[in-house]
């Protein structure tokens, strides 16, 4: 009987080791949270919400649930467990409005935006719900800060107000910053675009609006590009080429990326991969939105 024991219990480990390395993707269809394998295979819908972001060991992911009561939601943040289904939802958190969950590399903590006061505030919290802290208040007289994301020293975070892209610390100081127009030409930023670093940490992922003429009968609004700012040149290159309508990226790894696209004529976007030399495109999960991937 012990060895029987014994021996189940090595087989659960073995699986939660082979499980926490494999690597998946999360995103979000339909109000819904699914995660899939990194070639785009086996989705599977793990809990209802959006804004997906997968844990770096790719075994928990996290996300905003919706919850309406008569006229009103509130949206809160929450972590459920891939394998298990089991969800935490953060309801310590001092406001009904939270949104954009994204992991530290570390996967110590989850950097998010949350409303307070009619603004909008940068909070971290555990991965269990605990010791939230503001990491940055609004300010009534500043634009709100966007699309919250991790450095990869654990000790600093990128975000952008449309105007400018910053390098905070966590207690909110700015450590660097940069002036979109300036480093994207003919690009800007809205306030649902999105940042992502490189798992080197020497390049970030831009979502852009380009102001540049297209001819998509069936698009209203400028085209969307993705774009590489290297921190230590200064330097920004375009990944996307001008036919290809693309947005919410995220790094595969330093030379590959996952973004959405939808081609003329298609209803929806879909999820595809890309390599940063403007090769090997491929579709990989029809019908999605916001990509999350696990570490590499």
Not at 97 to 104: E, K
């Amino acid at each position: 009987m012990k060895k029987i024991i014994a021996f189940a219990f090595v087989l659960v480990i073995s699986t939660v080791a082979t499980f926490a390395g494999e690597r998946r993707i999360a995103f979000e269809r339909s109000d819904a949270v699914y995660v899939a394998n990194l070639d785009g295979t086996a989705d599977k819908k793990i809990a209802d919400g959006i804004f997906p972001a997968i844990s770096p060991d790719g075994t928990r992911v996290a996300f905003n649930t919706v919850e309406k009561t008569n006229t009103t939601y509130a949206r809160h943040i929450a972590v459920v467990e891939i394998e298990t289904g089991k969800p935490t939802v953060f309801k310590d958190v001092p406001s009904d409005n939270s949104y954009y969950p994204t992991w530290s590399p570390d996967r110590k903590r989850i950097l998010f935006t949350l409303r307070v006061n009619e603004l909008w505030d940068l909070g971290l919290i555990n991965p269990d719900g605990t010791e939230f802290r503001v990491l940055k208040k609004g300010e009534r007289d500043k634009v709100t800060l966007y699309s919250p994301c991790w450095g990869r020293d654990n000790q600093s975070i990128f975000c952008e107000d449309m105007t400018n892209v910053y390098q905070l610390d966590l207690d909110g100081y700015v450590l660097a910053q940069w002036t979109i127009e300036k480093i994207i030409p003919n690009g800007d930023m809205s306030g649902d675009d999105r940042i992502d670093v490189s798992p080197d940490g020497k390049h970030l992922l831009l979502s852009v609006q380009m102001s540049e003429e297209h001819n998509r009968k069936d698009w209203d609004g400028p085209q969307p590009a993705l774009w590489s700012f290297d921190l230590t040149t200064q330097k920004s290159v375009r990944l996307t080429p001008k036919k290809l309508f693309a947005w919410d990226g995220c790094w595969i790894d330093d030379t590959n990326i996952l973004f959405l696209s939808q081609p003329a004529g298609e209803k929806a976007a879909s999820i595809y991969r890309l390599s940063t030399n403007g090769k090997d495109l491929k579709l990989l999960i029809k019908n999605a939105r916001f990509p999350t991937v696990s570490a590499p």
